[in-house]
């Protein structure tokens, strides 16, 4: 079997070691309803115009009101958890080896329950990048 680490633009996404990430702001101010996130984040790959990212992230527990979410997201919980209340009183909350995609413009309560990790893959249309 050939090490993927070694092929040229094929990189191995870690799944357990989080020492690499580095402190990040997702989380406005202005969202923020409680707790502080200390958010930290890796980005694994982004397109050159800045509209498609993949990385992990990792936040403790919070709570944030969003107004619209930025852009189109697949995400893989690898730990702790993560409930999503939309505008229409609906929640859902996702654990470890659950994954969830939240489309654009989405609107509710983001709340970290427990220290949640993620992988993400995120687009951002190139009107919300400008």
Do not use: N
Request: glycine share 8%; charged share 25%; hydrophobic share 35%.
């Amino acid at each position: 079997m050939t090490d993927s680490a070694s092929l040229p633009g094929v990189a191995l996404i870690p799944t357990d070691d989080d020492t690499a990430m580095r402190p990040c702001a997702y989380v406005t101010p202005e969202s923020l309803r409680e707790g502080d996130p200390r958010e930290v984040d890796l980005i694994h790959l982004s397109s050159a115009d800045g509209t498609f990212t993949v990385g992990s992230w990792r936040a403790e527990p919070y709570s944030e009101f969003i107004e619209a979410y930025p852009g189109d997201e697949y995400a893989r919980v690898l730990a702790g958890s993560v409930t999503l209340t939309g505008d229409d009183g609906f929640a859902q909350t996702f654990s470890a080896g659950d994954a969830y995609t939240m489309r654009a413009g989405w609107r509710g309560e983001f709340r970290v329950t427990e220290t949640l990790t993620k992988q993400f893959a995120l687009y951002v249309s190139a009107e919300e990048t400008a």
